[in-house]
């Protein structure tokens, strides 16, 4: 990571706000795309921009669920990977089609996410809110494999996995599964509340997907740690896997520094809006500014202000990925 912050290491650029599951850990399905949204155009000039001032960043096409607008999807991608930027998307792999699984290895698109929560399907399905997904998602990642085998181009499969109650008490068998899906590394992300701008205090004890049990925290992390020890494709390091038991244990809140968000992401949401961190306003902070009205250029490097108010922050979304240190 940049720790000068000359640029940031990760820019999120929201494509949509739909969604077709029904996730219990999550409300995004409630979403609909404004009208006020960024257009394509908007979105392409964004692009452009950001590969002249960050050509070392990596864009992440976000929001919710990226193939119920596949057509923006690729040709943001295919701008993107003719720019120079290396490209991330997550899905969860309900609806990718044959035709997207010859598309997506030579699309722009180097790294797609698909979200597995269980290696049983009833408890992935119960947590995603639609029966059946579970095949359907890993169906997708046996294609994506088999797509990535044959391509032989910059195209990598990923999943991620909520970390919580549902299946802390089975690591083992959950990594032994992904490991045999051949996914070229597998993150794990401990269960946030709902995504929106205002959290509960309580949410976690209301949570039924976030663990009370302090046995099964400390054996379900021991076990990650273990895998990664044995070689296990994780794509988290040892103390990150103990800052997940931290917050665990210490009801959803992180250690000072833990999030680094403010250090390395710069996202720009659904309306043009830019933050530094998905929740600022959780801490009293409002976003840095609007591409509408604001060039790109500037947001980063004059908020060195902004950046210090949020370095001691600890809230709990401070443990996600594409936060934590």
Partial sequence: MNENCDAPQQIFLDINLECNLHCIQCDLHRSKNPQEELTLEERKQLIDEISVLYPGSNLVLSGSEPFMRREHLY???CLARDNGLYTTISTNGTLISDDDIRKLPKSGINDIVVSLDSHVASVHDGIRGVRGCF????QSIRKLVEARNDSKTDFHVLTSTILGAHNL????????YLELLDVDTSMFQPIQPVFNRQVEPDWQIKSPLFPKDLSSINYGIDNLI????????????????????????NGATVRSQQ???AKKNLMIDIIGNVRFCFNMERIGLSPIGNVRKTPLEGLWSNNAEMRSKMDNCQECCGV?????R
């Fill in 226 to 249: 273990e895998c990664k020890r044995k070689g296990k494709r994780l794509y988290q390091q040892e103390y990150q896997f103990e800052d997940m038991r931290y917050y665990f244990l």
């Fill in 169 to 176: 008490s089975h690591i083992h068998e959950l990594v032994a």
């Fill in 320 to 324: 996600m990925i594409c936060h934590a």
């Fill in 135 to 138: 095949n359907q998602a890993v």
């Fill in 75 to 77: 040709e943001l991608a």
């Fill in 259 to 261: 999030c680094i968000s």
